[in-house]
């Protein structure tokens, strides 16, 4: 005997496990499928219903979205990459140059591709940015979203720098110094900052000293700015941008005709 589907559905959503879950019922009410788009921690991003002038191509160039969409790429090509790259100071450089020189199938499609779509988000988050003042969208009631975004701007840009050093080449290694000592010499955090007397900081209690793992730059370094650059970072940028695209729904969209 065949078995009968919708019994067998019932049982698995008439139950209190799965309602606790599953917030709606099913039946194609309108009612259902707002309630299906607003408890969905992804779907709820988006709006239950979507004017015609909301899908018009308007104003922002959707530089954010660009941004977002590029920052996907970013993590996908970067998780590939970390297949081939050892934060070892002795291997980092040959491990690059062996992704460079098609050691590796495709590897130096993937490198360039995560290299030149690093240099794209700083470049479409400027714009993004730049859009975002010029149509006066950081005015009330978007002034929060706007705070959230200069904080991914910096999250940007510090992704950007720590990917650069990685590679360990002469680039990377004096990049690394410059950006340290700069660090060092900050207000507040850095031993040779002003206020440094005050706070107690010497070179092995700062700020430098926490990036750097030590008081020069040796092989925790590097693997300090790995670890930045793959999970801490991304981390943060991720989970900001979950709050920046919620705001955006919430604040109500500044170009909404
Ligand atoms: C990783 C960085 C960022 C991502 C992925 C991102 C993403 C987005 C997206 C998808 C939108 C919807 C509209 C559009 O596409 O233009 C948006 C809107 C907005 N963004 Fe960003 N953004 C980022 C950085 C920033 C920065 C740096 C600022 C400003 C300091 C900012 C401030 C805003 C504001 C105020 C809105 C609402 C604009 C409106 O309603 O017109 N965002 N963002």
């Known amino acids: 005997m065949l078995p ?3 019994e067998i559905g019932d049982k698995i959503t008439q139950n ?3 309602k606790s879950i599953f917030r709606h019922r099913y039946e194609d009410t309108s009612r259902n499928r707002m309630l299906q788009v607003l408890s969905n921690v992804w779907l709820h991003i988006h709006p239950t219903t979507v004017t015609k002038g909301n899908i018009n191509i308007s104003f922002t160039w959707c530089l954010g979205g660009l941004t977002f969409f590029v920052f996907l790429f970013e993590t996908l090509t970067g998780v590939l990459l970390m297949f081939y790259y050892t934060p070892d ?3 980092a450089y040959a ?3 062996d992704l460079s020189n098609n050691a590796i199938p495709l590897g130096r499609l993937l490198r360039n591709t995560h290299r030149w779509a690093g240099h794209a988000m700083v470049i479409t988050v400027c714009f993004h940015m730049l859009r975002v003042f010029l149509t ?3 005015k009330a009631p978007r002034q929060f979203n706007w705070v959230v975004g200069v904080i991914l701007l910096v999250l940007t840009l510090l992704l950007s720098f720590t990917g650069y050093l990685l590679p360990w080449d002469q680039l ?3 990049a690394i110094t410059v950006g340290t000592n ?3 010499a900050t207000p507040f955090a850095g031993y040779q900052g002003p206020f440094a007397e005050l706070f107690g900081f010497t070179i ?3 700020i430098r000293f926490g990036l750097l793992g030590g008081t020069s730059i040796q092989a925790p370094a590097l693997l300090r700015a790995y670890v930045w650059h793959c999970i801490g970072l991304p981390a943060m940028a991720g989970g900001l941008m979950m709050l920046h695209f919620w705001r955006i729904r919430k604040d109500g969209f500044s170009g909404q005709l």
């Open 182 to 184: 700069m660090a060092g």
């Open 204 to 206: 092995d209690n700062d």
């Open 89 to 91: 100071v002795n291997r």
């Open 16 to 18: 209190d496990v799965w």
């Open 172 to 174: 990377g290694y004096w």
């Open 136 to 138: 006066g969208s950081y």
């Open 95 to 97: 491990d690059m140059l």
């Open 4 to 6: 009968n589907l919708k």
